[in-house]
């Protein structure tokens, strides 16, 4: 069984900053993407930043500059360096990896249950 598991989130005022991780664990065989996804409230779920195992990088155009992605791969988590959080970034922060386990010959998407970020002064 495979589980994510988000830390990091909470309250933060307008300029500040927060890191948010993202530990998978469980019977996993190796780990493709990872990245982060965020949902406020009454919108849907959009892609945040996204990272591969070779370390390429793609992040949606709100955050770029002010977000950064990275992963251990040795720990099989990643992180989301959070700079100059807006109001507007409040929202509820989930991580999504596509694992493979033993004995599958390809990758599933997993989610962590997510992490509340909230921008307010």
């Known amino acids: 069984q495979v589980q994510l598991v988000e830390s990091g989130g909470g309250l933060v005022q307008p300029g500040g900053s927060l890191r948010l991780s993202c530990v998978a664990s469980?019977?996993?065989?190796?780990?493709?993407?990872m990245g982060w996804y965020r949902q406020a409230p009454g919108k849907q779920r959009e892609l945040v930043a996204v990272?591969?195992?070779?370390?390429?990088?793609r992040n949606v155009d709100s955050v770029k500059g002010r977000f950064m992605i990275s992963r251990d791969n040795a720990k099989n988590t990643v992180y989301l360096q959070m700079n100059s959080l807006k109001p507007e970034d409040t929202a509820v922060y989930y991580c999504k990896a596509d694992i493979r386990v033993p004995g599958r010959d390809y990758a599933m998407g997993y989610w962590g249950k997510g992490t509340l970020v909230t921008v307010s002064s």
């Open positions: 990272m591969t195992s070779g370390g390429s990088t």
């Open positions: 469980g019977s996993i065989f190796s780990i493709n993407d």
